[in-house]
């Protein structure tokens, strides 16, 4: 079914295509200036450190709704192998064959088109089957660190989880922040807060990514009022699904990739955090959130740690 005209007036609200120029391949990272950094090295207090991966294993987040999106396979290639000769040092390796999105993750801005674009109006064709993304692939953001912000939606109602039918609306965020005591600045990592990670710590990968809260497709505006660097949450598909209007599928995706440039993350373990942010009484830190430079891909596998 076509786009309708809601998701194209949204896009032209939010698109930000030539802002930083008619080749610029990062978006909205733009914004995490010498000056952001600098500043939100300051928001480390304590020095606590909160890891927000996955663990990459075989039995992972991927149920299959997803093709190609498989899961980690963990090869051993050899095991305690003397490869210098007799009574040499002994070496063991590795390697493994994975989905880049399959668990915690960043999509770069070419995971998603529309309308045959991609983010500041290239063409969707410049990503191939051999070469992968000739523009704006992971590999063009070579670091990601800022402030960190935590927008705990789930904790600001009161609830260890929102409903698999909810959409985060822009209100949602408004209150997250004000329950935090946090304000939202140009160029922070904003991490959303759903809960529904629980559901898959709890075993049930499949009914973690369906039915599944997340954002709405009204969030995007909000996103780029605030210029806001990039976002994540603790779900699989990143919005509400099934989606909020019947039969358009991945809007948030295309708002946030296409028309903002802004990195979205997903299944990143933000429980810890929250129980972190909850007992430091602040919900801002510093975040590292370093992507894998694989050549022209369109996501990449990430261990991100904030730092309070």
């Known amino acids: 079914m076509p786009l309708p005209a809601e998701f194209h ?16 391949e990062i978006g909205t990272l733009n914004l995490i200036t010498d000056e952001v950094v600098r500043a939100a090295a300051g928001e480390i207090r304590t020095g606590r450190r909160v890891p927000l991966a996955l663990p990459l294993k075989e039995d992972g987040v991927q149920s299959g709704m997803i093709p190609g999106r498989i899961n980690p396979l963990h090869t051993m290639v050899q095991i305690n ?15 493994v064959t994975m989905g880049l999105q399959a668990a915690t993750h960043w999509d770069a801005l070419t995971h998603v088109s529309h309308s045959g674009r991609l983010y500041n109006g290239r063409p969707a064709d410049t990503v191939t089957a051999h070469g992968g993304a000739e523009f704006s692939g992971i590999d ?24 698999g039918d909810h959409a985060v609306t822009p209100q949602d965020l408004d209150e997250a922040a004000e329950f935090g005591q ?12 759903t809960g529904q990670i629980q559901v898959y710590l709890a075993g049930d990968k ?20 605030h210029d806001v660097a990039a976002v994540a949450n603790d779900t699989l ?27 979205q993350g997903q299944n990143w373990n933000l429980e810890s955090l929250s129980t972190a942010c909850g007992e430091e ?20 596998p990430v261990a991100p740690v904030a730092i309070l």
């Open 9 to 24: 007036d949204i896009a032209k609200r939010v698109n930000n295509w030539g802002r930083w120029g008619e080749a610029d």
């Open 81 to 95: 192998q003397q490869i210098f000769g007799p009574d040499t040092v002994a070496c063991s390796d590795d390697a």
């Open 140 to 163: 063009k953001v070579p670091y990601l660190v800022s402030r960190g912000v935590l927008l705990d939606v789930a904790a600001a109602k009161g609830v260890d989880r929102l409903p």
């Open 182 to 193: 946090v304000e939202v600045r140009p160029g922070d990592i904003v991490l959303v807060r």
């Open 206 to 225: 499949h009914a973690y990514g369906y039915p599944s809260p997340g954002l709405s497709v009204h969030t995007p505006e909000w996103f780029h009022a």
């Open 237 to 263: 598909t990143f919005e509400i699904f099934p989606p909020e209007i019947e039969n358009l599928w991945l809007p948030v995706h295309a708002l946030d990739l296409v028309e903002m440039g802004m990195l």
């Open 281 to 300: 009484r602040r919900h801002s830190f510093l975040l590292s959130a370093m992507p894998e430079p694989f050549r022209g891909a369109t996501g990449t």
